[in-house]
Nanobody, 116 residues
Framework: QVQLVESGGGSVQAGGSLRLSCAAS????????MGWYRQVPGQQRELVARITRGGSTNYGDSVKGRFTISIDNAKDTVYLQMNSLKPEDTGVYYC??????????WGQGTQVTVSS
């Protein structure tokens, strides 16, 4: 089992920045990748960004150039730096972990609200 604890969500005005953190514990040996998804009520959960322990990254199209994902392997923690935030970035952000191809553990989620 892997436990994921997110922090850093909150409210910000458009154009502002937030930094999310997610610390993993438990069976971390099996973690090869971590990521962030977000969900808005009535919509499917969508990929924001993902990163492997080796540093390879993927981003959702809507956040490219504004968000940066990073990982501290020594701390088993993934970060999401979110800049130039837009109201459409509002949602619940979920941390996830798993293999390079499959995410199978999820955090509780942290709310991000961007006001115009």
């Amino acid at each position: 089992q892997v436990q994921l604890v997110e922090s850093g969500g909150g409210s910000v005005q458009a154009g502002g920045s937030l930094r999310l953190s997610c610390a993993a514990s438990g069976s971390i040996f099996f973690i090869n990748a971590m990521g962030w998804y977000r969900q808005v009520p009535g919509q499917q959960r969508e990929l924001v960004a993902r990163i492997t322990r080796g540093g390879s990254t993927n981003y959702g199209d809507s956040v490219k150039g504004r968000f940066t994902i990073s990982i501290d392997n020594a701390k088993d923690t993934v970060y999401l730096q979110m800049n130039s935030l837009k109201p459409e970035d509002t949602g619940v952000y979920y941390c996830t972990s798993g293999s390079v191809t499959t995410f199978n553990y999820w955090g509780q989620g942290t709310q991000v609200t961007v006001s115009s």
